[in-house]
C-alpha cells in the first residue's frame, strides 16, 4: 500500500481548495508500502531519500533492515533467523515489552516481540519533523490471552522514521488503558543487533565510569573502570542512567553509529561470544564477530503508569563515516561531529 503521490488535475476554482486539502500530502502522511517477507509475514518497507531504505515485520513490530545510500546493511539479522512465532526473529531490533531479559516473571524479554502488531493508520499527532517523508506507525494491543499473562491494558503505539540523511528513528508511546484503576509497571528495552566488520576492531564510547548490572555474574552491580568499552570475550551488561547518546566506532569499516536516546537512561551491551553462539539455534556459530547488540533501555527502574498516563521512549540512530583517531579525540567532540 504505497501513500498516492500528490496529484495536479486542474479542479474547477470553486471546489480548488477542497480538493487541494485532500490531495496534498499531509505531515503526518506515511509513505510506505506493505509487501510480503519471510515465512509470508507481512513487513513494511520504507524509502527515503538518496537510497536510503528500512524494513520493519508487523511481527514484533520489528525493524529488520536499515540501509544507508550505497545500500549497505547496518542492522545485523542472523543468516538462521526464524520468522515466524514463537520465537522472535534474532537481529534487527526486536522490542522488549513489558519485560526486559529475566527482570520479572514472564517469558524473557517479554512478548511484544513475538505478536503481530497491527498498522495504526490515524495515530494521535506526534509532533514531527516536516523534513521525515517516510515512516509508519504500527499498533499493538493486549489479546484475551496476553491479558492472562499480564493482566493490564495497554495501548503501544511505535513509530518508525526514516529522516532525510538516512537516520532512522524509533517513537514508542504506551498508554495505560485499564478501567479498574490500577498502575502498571514495566521494563523496556530497544534490543538494537549492529552490523560490524569485526568485534575485535569495535569500540563503543560513552559508557566508561558507568555503574553496570553484570548478568554474567548474577546482576551485581560494578562501575566501568577505564576507557571505551572494547571486547574481547562475551559481554551482558546493563549500563545505569548511560548518557543520551552513545558511539559505536567500527575502526575496519570506518563507520561511527551515534545512538540518541530519550526517556531510556539505561543502555544494555550484549555479544554472546563463541559458546553461547554455538548453543543459539537461530544464530550462526561464527556470527558473534560480525553483530554487536547496544540497547537503549529502562531496566533498573521499572516505569510505571496510572491509568490514563501514557510514556514516551524514543532512539535515534545515525550512521556516519568515522574520521576519528584513536585515545585522540574528547568522544563528546566525536558525537558532536
Ligand atoms: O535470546 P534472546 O532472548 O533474544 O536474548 C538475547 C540476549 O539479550 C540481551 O539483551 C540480554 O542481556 C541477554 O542476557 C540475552 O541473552
Known amino acids: ?13 470553486a471546489a480548488a481548495a477542497a480538493a ?7 505531515p503526518q502522511t506515511p509513505f510506505y508500502e506493505l509487501v510480503k517477507g519471510n515465512s509470508g509475514i507481512e513487513k513494511v518497507l520504507l524509502r527515503g531519500t538518496r537510497g536510503f531504505s528500512a524494513e520493519v515485520y508487523l511481527y514484533g513490530a520489528q525493524v529488520t533492515s536499515w540501509k544507508n545510500d550505497h545500500a549497505e546493511e547496518l542492522l545485523f539479522v542472523s543468516s538462521k533467523a526464524i520468522f515466524k512465532p514463537p520465537k522472535a526473529i534474532r537481529g534487527g531490533i526486536p522490542i522488549c515489552f513489558p519485560q526486559f531479559g529475566t527482570h520479572g516473571n514472564l517469558e524473557q524479554h517479554g512478548f511484544a516481540r513475538n505478536r503481530l502488531w497491527t498498522i495504526d493508520d490515524n495515530p494521535p499527532p506526534l509532533p514531527v519533523n516536516p523534513a521525515i517523508k517516510s515512516f509508519v506507525d504500527l499498533i499493538l494491543r493486549p489479546s484475551d490471552e496476553d491479558l492472562k499473562i499480564w493482566p493490564h491494558s495497554f495501548e503501544f503505539r511505535l513509530r518508525v522514521a526514516l529522516g532525510p540523511n538516512g537516520d532512522l528513528s524509533l517513537t514508542s508511546r504506551i498508554r495505560n488503558t485499564n ?4 498502575s502498571f509497571s514495566y521494563t523496556f528495552a530497544y534490543h538494537t543487533y549492529f552490523s560490524v566488520s569485526d568485534i575485535s576492531e569495535v569500540r563503543v564510547e560513552g559508557l566508561e565510569t558507568m555503574d553496570y548490572l553484570d548478568n554474567l555474574k548474577g546482576k551485581e552491580r560494578f562501575t566501568e573502570q577505564g576507557d571505551a568499552i572494547v571486547f574481547e570475550s562475551e559481554i551482558d551488561k546493563v549500563y545505569l542512567a548511560a548518557p543520551s547518546k552513545i ?8 563507520r561511527t553509529f551515534v545512538l540518541t536516546k530519550e526517556g531510556l537512561p539505561d543502555a544494555v551491551v550484549w555479544n554472546p561470544w563463541d559458546k553461547k553462539a554455538k548453543a543459539m539455534q537461530d544464530f550462526g556459530d561464527g556470527e558473534y564477530k560480525h553483530m554487536l547488540c547496544v ?3 529502562a531496566v533498573e527502574k521499572p516505569i510505571t503508569l496510572k491509568p490514563g498516563e501514557e510514556w514516551k521512549g524514543r532512539l535515534a540512530l545515525s550512521a556516519v563515516p568515522s574520521s576519528y583517531c584513536s585515545g585522540q579525540l574528547d568522544p563528546l567532540k566525536v558525537l558532536q561531529g
Open 247 to 254: 558511539a559505536i566506532i567500527d575502526h575496519e569499516k570506518k
Open 179 to 182: 478501567t479498574d484503576g490500577r
Open 295 to 297: 540497547e537503549p533501555a
Open 1 to 13: 500500500m504505497a501513500a498516492p503521490p500528490p496529484s495536479s488535475p486542474s479542479p474547477p476554482p
Open 20 to 26: 487541494t486539502q485532500q490531495t496534498q500530502p499531509h
